[in-house]
């Protein structure tokens, strides 16, 4: 009985702080270790929620503030030109099979996407997607976050 008690107190803490799954972890647990793909995650007392705050003007008459914490971030590249479209393909197809919503965003012409769960003013996962000639990058950010919009006040 002491044992019992013994190994509950040891483990207890680590079931206590691990974080939940997300759907695209079987993304990146396929892919982590191929040599082709580089990637690392982290998450948990690293970034201890990390709050955002976030600023930034949208079309229009309208400001738009994200807030909200990070509570993971996990990244993939590939860059290998040998499997550069095949990975990036298999990456969207996953991302839209596991029922993320898509929306785009600019930069420099590109062809960018952030995939959220949730909806568009509160989602708990958001997926960037950025391609560019010579490699394509994904980058998970896990947390709680809001998205807020109102007048700009000029």
């Known amino acids: 009985m002491m044992k019992r008690i013994l190994l509950l107190a040891l483990f207890l803490p680590f079931m206590a702080c691990s974080q939940p799954k997300g759907k695209a972890d079987e993304l990146y647990e396929k892919y982590d270790p191929k040599p082709y793909v580089s990637g690392f995650s982290f998450g948990g007392s690293l970034l201890s929620a990390l709050p955002i705050d976030i600023d930034f003007t949208a079309s229009g008459d309208l400001e738009k503030t ?3 914490e990070i509570k993971r971030i996990q990244w993939l590249k590939v860059n290998d030109d ?4 095949e990975v990036t393909k298999d990456w969207e197809r996953f ?25 568009r003013t509160r989602f708990d996962e958001a997926h960037f997607l950025i391609k560019e000639n010579n490699m394509t990058m ?7 976050f809001t998205l807020n919009k109102k007048l700009r006040e000029d």
């Open 138 to 144: 994904l980058l998970t950010v896990y947390g709680d």
């Open 95 to 119: 991302l839209k099979r596991t029922g993320y919503h898509r929306v785009a965003f600019d930069n420099d012409d590109e062809e960018n996407y952030v995939y959220i769960r949730g909806s």
């Open 66 to 68: 994200l807030n909200g």
């Open 82 to 85: 040998r499997y550069l479209a």
